[in-house]
């Protein structure tokens, strides 16, 4: 059985998140070993510099690094990432786990977003669209591709 770990930075504060988040991980435990870590999210001020974001994101990379797994596929969710219809993220996954990848791992950054230096270690940027999202909906949303992703490699009826 596949793991999923999605590296959270930030934690979930409104219930409706944790409540739906919490749905899709029960969903997904018929698929995967799925797991959300919480990392904490760095400190800003209301009108940070670039100098302050960058030191930000540097030490939210540390978290990160701290808590990558040693092996298996690293997905990056960021803005500039890869769009990918919901069959198509579904065919990914499947990719990796034919080329041995038995532990996926996915990055939701914080406010400011991932840091380059992870963005250029994934093996895959993800995009979930064009338009902004509060990065605590992102990770609802990605559970539910991921969900819907394992729907559509087993020939479930969730996807239509």
């Known amino acids: ?24 991980l029960k969903r997904l435990s018929r698929y995967c070993k799925a797991e959300i870590v919480e990392l904490a999210e760095a400190r800003l001020s209301e009108a940070p510099s670039p100098a302050e974001i960058e030191r930000a994101l540097l030490e939210e990379t540390g978290r990160v690094e701290e808590k990558l797994p040693k092996s298996g596929a690293l997905i990056a ?34 406010s400011v977003g991932l840091h380059q230096s992870l963005k250029d ?26 969900y819907r992703a394992y729907q559509i490699q087993t020939g479930g009826r969730y996807h239509k």
Do not use: N, W
């Open 1 to 24: 059985m596949q793991k999923v770990s999605v590296l959270c930075v930030g934690k979930l504060k409104e219930k409706f998140y944790a409540d739906a988040a919490a749905e899709y």
């Open 77 to 110: 969710l960021c803005v500039e990432g890869k769009t990918l219809s919901s069959p198509a993220f579904a065919e990914a996954l499947s990719s990796f786990a034919v080329s041995g990848a038995s532990q996926l791992t996915f990055l939701i950054g914080g």
């Open 121 to 146: 270690r994934a093996d895959l940027r993800l995009s979930m669209s064009p338009m902004t999202f509060p990065h605590h909906l992102a990770r609802v949303m990605l559970l539910e591709q991921l």
